[in-house]
């Protein structure tokens, strides 16, 4: 079965850095481009960041550059999702998805397999 | 404010069908495959239509998508209490080079 499982979410003050983590099983992880989806509370989703599946090529919304940092560790089975200079904006459930079309590129990817969430709140 | 453009809500009684729109431009839905994703309360959102009208197994043929131009639908036909959920569309965008979203859908049933 095609697992992820994120953590690392918590209660940051604003300014503040977090690691988020997602343990992937179930799938051949080092052919498949990974993916960080967001959605504040009570809001819709909104596209975060990608990873190409060895690790060559990133993306980042342009509302975070310079602030977040995708990383994958193949030999873990593992995306991060490094965020530093936190913002009240950033609070969200941060979902970790795995990309769709198993090419390697996160270009023209789409969302297949989703993880549960992990919860980042910035707040004094 | 998203990139593409769903109506905030929707609703429908039993055995009814509903439609979703999708409104996007040249750069994305024109250009590129629409995805829609179903999200029930209180869970990860999961994938509902593929590729504009592809369905992943297990996803009931009640489920439909179509694309033209730049717009797409989400049918329901069929509806069902179960079906009561947030609906979203997505695309890549050539000119952002990343996924963009739709706002969302509130389907309620009645």
């Known amino acids: 079965e095609v697992q992820l499982v994120e953590s690392g979410g918590g209660l940051v003050q604003p300014g503040g850095s977090l690691r988020l983590s997602c343990s992937a099983s179930?799938?051949?992880?080092?052919?498949?481009?990974m993916h960080w989806v967001r959605q504040a509370p009570g809001k819709g989703l909104e596209y975060v960041s990608a990873?190409?599946?060895?690790?060559?090529?990133?993306y980042y919304a342009d509302s975070l550059k310079g602030r977040f940092t995708i990383s994958r560790d193949n030999s873990k089975n593992t995306v991060y999702l490094q965020m530093s200079g936190l913002r009240a904006e950033d609070t969200a459930v941060y979902y970790c998805?795995?990309?769709?079309?198993?090419?390697?590129?996160?270009?023209?990817?789409?969302?297949?397999?989703w993880g549960q969430g992990t919860m980042v709140t910035v707040s004094s | 404010q998203s990139v593409l453009t769903q109506p905030p809500s929707a609703s429908g009684t039993p055995g009814q069908r509903v439609t979703v729109s999708c409104s996007g431009s040249?750069?994305?839905?024109?250009?590129?495959?629409v995805y829609w994703y179903q999200q029930l309360p209180g869970t990860a959102p999961k994938p509902l239509i593929y590729?504009?009208?592809q369905r992943p197994s297990g996803v009931p043929d009640r489920f439909s998508g179509s694309k033209s131009g730049t717009s797409a639908s989400l049918a329901i036909s069929g509806l069902r209490s179960e079906d009561e959920a947030d609906y979203y569309c997505?695309?890549?965008?050539?000119?952002?080079?990343?996924?963009?979203f739709g706002g969302g859908t509130k389907l309620t049933v009645l």
């Open positions: 998805v795995k990309g769709y079309y198993g090419s390697g590129s996160y270009y023209h990817d789409a969302f297949d397999i």
């Open positions: 179930g799938f051949i992880f080092s052919s498949y481009a």
């Open positions: 990873i190409s599946s060895n690790g060559g090529s990133t």
């Open positions: 040249s750069p994305n839905i024109e250009s590129n495959y």
């Open positions: 590729r504009n009208n």
């Open positions: 997505a695309t890549w965008d050539d000119s952002l080079s990343g996924v963009v």
